[in-house]
């Protein structure tokens, strides 16, 4: 996950990291709280052999191995699948062994998680397939907090920051207690980048701006600042609810001043799917996007469970 802990590798080898792992123990005790122990069944061997019943990707398995060991121990899981495979209409993804009255319990919880995680990747493989070299970022709008920027980085898109501590970031509310004198919005853009410590935090700092000037007045600042100490770190311009036109004009502006090569720019605010070509053609370096993770629909896989051996 770009600018904090890695969550672990796609492939499941590594592993997930402490922050993943805490944060997924957070989800899956909630969600076995709210079943309320579930109803009464046997102790009967069953398995539950679970399916796709739609074409995408899988995301979600270190999850799914949480909750069972955390909550259902005495189950077992046999993957056929792992996060970031393809599932087509009718392969099998897992099988889920143990007592029956765990396996009907842990059924709902762990189609929930699966389904809504591999739901956000397949889809953010799809903004990401059309994006070409434009990156598709996430952002802390989440739901399912570290649950969803994994989804979302198995699919191929970017996390952004995990938490407010990965990047110093100034927005619109920062500029007015950083800035109190400053004569005008750009003034106060200036003056609060040449107020960063770049020993600390040249490595990603992100400003918010809100129009062309601001920009202008961001990167000017912060390659003076970059200049005069030797460095050659980027700074991240969010480009606040300009659309894609008007961040095709800061681009444009920023190269002709000079600028754009101490900049990275990120589109937000109101992208949409289906204004993505525009964004690509807009000259950003990424967008960022909630509509990644948020009112996804979950991919469709069920659960047939048959009796043991």
């Given at each position: ?8 590798s796609?492939?499941?080898?590594g ?7 805490q ?18 069944s ?8 679970v ?20 909550h259902?121990s005495?189950?077992t ?5 792992r996060?970031g ?28 998680l ?6 956000i ?6 903004w ?7 990156g ?7 739901e399912?907090?570290l649950?969803?920027?994994?989804a979302v ?26 800035t109190?004198?400053a ?28 129009d ?12 003076e600042a ?7 770190e ?11 036109n ?6 444009s ?23 993505l ?5 807009s000259?950003v ?15 469709d ?9």
């Open positions: 996950m770009e600018g904090g802990e890695n969550a672990g796609p492939d499941g080898s592993g997930p990291s402490t922050l993943f792992l944060s997924i123990d957070r989800w899956v005790d909630a969600m076995v709280a709210d079943e309320h122990g579930g109803g009464a046997s102790d009967e061997a069953i398995s539950g052999l399916r796709a019943k739609a074409a995408g990707l899988i995301a979600g398995c270190s999850a799914a191995d949480r909750l069972v060991s955390r259902f005495d189950c899981l046999d993957w056929a699948v996060d495979d393809s599932v087509a209409i009718g392969d099998s993804v897992l099988t889920l062994s143990g007592p029956a009255a765990q396996v009907l319990r842990c059924e709902r919880i762990m189609l929930n699966l389904g809504r995680m591999s739901g990747a397949t889809y953010t493989a799809d990401v397939g059309s994006a070409g070299s434009m598709v970022a996430c952002t802390r709008k989440t399912w907090g649950l969803d920027k994994w980085h198995i699919g191929g898109g970017l996390t952004h920051r995990l938490s407010r501590a990965d990047a110093l970031m100034i927005k619109e509310n920062d500029l007015a207690a950083l109190p004198d004569a005008d919005e750009a003034s106060a853009v200036a003056a609060a980048v040449a107020g960063i410590d770049m020993d600390a935090d040249a490595a990603f700092t992100v400003v918010e701006v809100r062309e000037a601001q920009a202008v007045a961001a990167a000017g600042a912060w390659a970059q200049v005069e100490r030797g460095g050659c980027r700074i991240v311009l969010l480009l606040d609810n300009m659309g894609a008007g961040c095709a004009q800061a681009h502006i920023l190269v002709d001043d000079g600028l754009r090569a101490w900049c990275i720019l990120e589109g937000s605010g109101g992208v949409s799917r289906t204004e070509e525009d964004w690509v053609a000259g370096d990424l967008i960022s996007t909630s509509a990644l993770n948020r009112g996804v629909a979950p991919l896989l069920s659960m047939r469970v048959e009796g043991g051996d």
